[in-house]
């Protein structure tokens, strides 16, 4: 939602085919919550995902370990990146929202936001590799391990 209001609807333009005179504090503002709101959506959904995975996969220690070590960096990664997003992007010292648009804090938030980009991918892998290991281990057919495989596998869609 905070997306659609920052874009006026719901494509959006490029980045490019802004002109700065519509890069006010009130966007750069809502540029900032859709950020952090990311995060946290990230946060709830790979969680989610990991902590069914608990249900499905507890009676294997291993799984537990690994499923317990990604929620732990999915929940590390996303508020660390949100919480250095804020700090880069937030004025401070009497300063003003334009004041962040400056070149050397808009290259830390540019690799701030490549940061997250990364992290977000390792851990979507991450996620979708855990069940796809265990399955290969499970004694069934061959023909039903493919099949639990390309069940788990559409997350990669």
């Not at 659609?4 to 540029?31: F, Q």
Request: aromatic residues 8%.
């Amino acid at each position: 939602m905070l997306s659609y209001v920052v874009v006026d609807g719901p494509g959006g333009e490029h980045l490019w085919d802004i002109p700065v005179s519509r890069i006010t504090p009130a966007v750069m503002k809502v540029n900032l919550a859709t950020q952090c709101v990311y995060a946290l959506a990230s946060i709830f959904i790979k969680c989610a995902l990991l902590i069914l995975y608990l249900r499905i996969f507890r009676p294997c220690s291993e799984a537990v370990i690994l499923i317990w070590v990604g929620v732990a960096f999915v929940l590390a990664s996303h508020i660390g990146a949100s919480i250095a997003s804020i700090r880069i992007l937030v004025p401070r010292n009497g300063r003003t929202w334009f004041g962040t648009t400056n070149s050397s804090i808009q290259n830390e938030a540019t690799k701030m936001v490549a940061a997250q980009g990364v992290l977000s991918v390792v851990t979507d892998v991450y996620v979708l590799a855990i069940p796809m290991s265990l399955v290969t281990g499970l004694h069934l057919p061959f023909n039903r391990k493919v099949g639990v495989c390309a069940i788990f596998a559409t997350g990669f869609m």
